[in-house]
């Protein structure tokens, strides 16, 4: 990849950046099922560091987390609010406040040329059309990628598809990024170099990774299992406690709560 724009010039090309102090994720007292599975029964959190790591097994929850987070499901109780947004119930306004990247680009992209992605989430905001594709062709100079408004999808790597759902979320400018474990799978200068970009321009991340040692530099990670917060605190101690706890689980060979 190319080297992306400075991070000044990004966030001037992002326009009305929220600002990071005032980035607050509420969730009180969330049930949640899913196909009837009991996914949280009275989960309780409040986030507002700048950066915040979600980790644990696999089953434990992060994935719902971060539907929740970002509105795509409705609780079935309780509730989740960004910076004061009913997330799941005010849908215009949550897009405008929270945005979510996916392992697989192909999950998110919907459209088949880079510009019409871009633009459709603006639309999808409010924007008018020909505001829309304006900021769209900005977001991708701001990103060095000016060619890239009429390519086809189909025509860019993994890597490159992942850098079309980055700036299509960060041209909504969300003052919250929930990260799903977009980085699985890619190659590690790729992976940094994304990174890099949303260090510069996100005001708060919630990161639910199953790579550890990209989380240690956080502010806060959060230990998920069973839909319960096990352990919450500052990023080295959660992650050494899971670690020990891991290394014990898997010398069982035992996959029975998978
Ligand atoms: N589409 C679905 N239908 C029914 N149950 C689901 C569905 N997706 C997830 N679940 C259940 O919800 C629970 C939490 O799953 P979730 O995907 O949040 O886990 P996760 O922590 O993200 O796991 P992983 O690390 O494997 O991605 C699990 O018990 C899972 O079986």
Redesign the pocket.
Known sequence: MTTPQDGATLNAVMENVADAAACRIEIRDLRYL??G?E?FDGLNLTLSERRVGVI??????????ARLIAGLAPADAGEVTVNGVAVAKERLKALRTVGILFQNPDHQIIFPTVGEELTFGLVAQGMPKDDAQAKARRTLEAFNRPDWYDRSIQTLSQGQRHLVCLMAVLAMNPGVVVLD?PFAGLDLPTTLALTRYLDRVAPALVH?S?DLQALRDYDRVIW?DQGKVKQDGPAAEVIDAYVAAMTGQGDSDDFADL
């Open positions: 899913r196909d599975v996914v644990g097994r696999n089953g434990s929850g992060k994935s719902q987390l474990e639910i199953h998920v």
